[in-house]
């Protein structure tokens, strides 16, 4: 089992930064990638970023590229999320997740992801 919670959401003007946090527990952090998802409203899911359990491979998706940063500290046992150059169409629900079978690579799917958060709401005002 293993238990993820995001911290850092809020409210930020366009161009703005925000940071999330996804603090985990239960596994050995290290052993596992981790990824960040979201959902707008009336919207699918979609992936974000993923980091490999040693920070050594990272993906994005091609809208957050440039501007979003993912990575990790696995002495915390948390993952990270640098948003910078907010947009409004940033604005969504951001879940971070665990993969616990990842054989190096992070996977961009939903659906290898083994463990969810609850989410944090971002909301980017123009």
């Known amino acids: 089992q293993v238990q993820l919670v995001e911290s850092g959401g809020g409210l930020v003007q366009a161009g703005g930064s925000l940071r999330l946090s996804c603090a985990a527990s239960?596994?050995?952090?290290?052993?596992?990638?981790m990824g960040w998802f979201r959902q707008a409203p009336g919207k699918e899911r979609e992936f974000v970023a993923s980091i490999s359990w040693s920070g050594g491979n990272i993906y994005y998706a091609g809208s957050v590229k440039g501007r979003f940063t993912i990575f990790r500290d696995n002495a915390k046992n948390t993952v990270y999320l640098q948003m910078n150059s907010l947009k409004p169409e940033d604005t969504a629900v951001y879940y971070c997740?665990?993969?616990?079978?990842?054989?190096?690579?992070?996977?961009?799917?939903?659906?290898?992801?083994?463990?969810w958060g609850e989410g944090t709401q971002v909301t980017v005002s123009s």
């Open positions: 997740a665990a993969d616990l079978h990842s054989s190096g690579l992070p996977s961009r799917s939903i659906r290898e992801y083994d463990y």
């Open positions: 239960g596994r050995t952090f290290s052993s596992y990638a």
